[in-house]
C-alpha cells in the first residue's frame, strides 16, 4: 500500500514524481512507463525530429477552448461540431476551416478542379454568369455524360440547365417560346392541326 503512493524516480531526469506524473505500462514490473509524462513526450519528439518527421508543438489554450491545427486559433467550443469519435469529443478543425477543407475536397472529388483553378474559371468570366451576363459565378456547371466542366453559372442558370436535362433542343424552343413564337398547334380546318415549323 505504501509503494503505490511514495514518489517514484524518472530514469531520464532522475527527479523523483508522484505516480501519477507516469503513464500507465502493462508489461512494467509497478505497471508504470520508466520516463514520466514530460519525458516521454520530449523523447518521442526527438525521435519523430530525427526521422525528418514534422512534430507539432502544444500550444496552451484557455479552458473551455481548442486550437484549430488550419487557422492556429484557439476557439471556444461553440466554433467547433462535435465528433464523438475523437478522444475529446469534438472534431479536429473548427467549423470555418472543416467548411472549407470539405468544400476543397468536393471539387477536386466532383469536378477534379483545384481552387486555383475554379478561381481561375470565374476570373476568366469576370466573375459573371456566362449566361445571363449578371448575376455573379458561384455554381460550377459540368456534362452529365462526361463529366467536363463547361463553366461557372448563377444558380438560376444552373438551375435551369439542369431543369432542361442538358437538351439543347429543349433549350432552343424554350427560347423561342420566350421570343413570341407560338409552339401550339393551330387549328387549320375541322381535325386538321398545323405544328409550327
Excluded at 511514495?6 to 530514469?11: G, K
Excluded at 471556444?76 to 468544400?103: H, L, M, Q, T, V
Excluded at 478561381?119 to 455573379?136: K, R, W
Amino acid at each position: 500500500m505504501k509503494e503505490e503512493t511514495a514518489p517514484r524516480r524518472c530514469s531520464r531526469c532522475a527527479e523523483r514524481k508522484p505516480r501519477s506524473a507516469f503513464a500507465s505500462d502493462k508489461s512494467a514490473p509497478d505497471g508504470l512507463q520508466a520516463y514520466c509524462r514530460e519525458c516521454s513526450a520530449e523523447y518521442c519528439r526527438q525521435r519523430q525530429e530525427a526521422k525528418g518527421k514534422k512534430v507539432r508543438v502544444e500550444v496552451p489554450v484557455p479552458r473551455g477552448h481548442k486550437r484549430c491545427p488550419r487557422c492556429e486559433q484557439a476557439k471556444p467550443y461553440a466554433g467547433w461540431e462535435r465528433n464523438k469519435s475523437s478522444s475529446d469529443g469534438w472534431s479536429s478543425y473548427c467549423r470555418e476551416c472543416r467548411a472549407e477543407r470539405n468544400r476543397i475536397s468536393y471539387f477536386r472529388r466532383e469536378y477534379g478542379l483545384t481552387p486555383a483553378e475554379s478561381d481561375g474559371l470565374i476570373a476568366e468570366q469576370q466573375g459573371v454568369c456566362c449566361i445571363c451576363l449578371a448575376a455573379p459565378a458561384e455554381h460550377v456547371d459540368h456534362c452529365h455524360e462526361t463529366g467536363r466542366v463547361r463553366g461557372v453559372l448563377c444558380f438560376s442558370c444552373n438551375a435551369a440547365l439542369g431543369q432542361f436535362k442538358d437538351r439543347p433542343d429543349a433549350i432552343r424552343r424554350a427560347a423561342a417560346y420566350v421570343e413570341g413564337i407560338a409552339w401550339k398547334p393551330t387549328l387549320v380546318a375541322p381535325g386538321v392541326y398545323q405544328l409550327p415549323s
